[in-house]
């Protein structure tokens, strides 16, 4: 059974940075493919930063030099720092990880086939 949970959290003034961190359990070892998806108030789910196998990296065009995700893999523990924060960044973040196989796929960025955690609330007031 895998389970991801989330914390990091709040909210913050824009211009700040918050850290999120997921704690994964079960049969995820954090070295896979895993990453973070949010999700605003109003709007369709996006992918907003993964973390891959081999230690590659995409991020969200909205989200590209001001967030960073990373993991220890020793604490088993997907990270993500988030910088410069505005109030587009707003939402509801959720960490994930892929039911089957190691790396990202397709429809693992589509947010298809996917170990879901509880979610984290991001609110950053302008």
């Known amino acids: 059974q895998v389970q991801l949970v989330e914390s990091g959290g709040g909210s913050v003034q824009a211009g700040g940075s918050l850290r999120l961190s997921c704690l994964a359990s079960?049969?995820?070892?954090?070295?896979?493919?895993m990453g973070w998806f949010r999700r605003a108030p109003g709007k369709e789910r996006e992918g907003v930063a993964h973390?891959?196998?081999?230690?590659?990296?995409t991020y969200a065009d909205s989200v590209k030099g001001r967030f960073t995700i990373s993991r220890d893999n020793a604490k088993n523990t997907l990270y993500l720092q988030m910088n410069s924060l505005e109030p587009e960044d707003t939402a509801m973040y959720y960490c994930?990880?892929?039911?089957?196989?190691?790396?990202?796929?397709?429809?693992?960025?589509?947010?298809?086939?996917?170990?879901w955690g509880q979610g984290t609330q991001v609110t950053v007031s302008s």
């Open positions: 994930a990880a892929p039911r089957i196989g190691i790396y990202c796929t397709r429809s693992y960025f589509r947010g298809e086939n996917v170990n």
């Open positions: 973390l891959d196998r081999d230690g590659s990296t």
């Open positions: 079960g049969h995820t070892p954090i070295s896979f493919c």
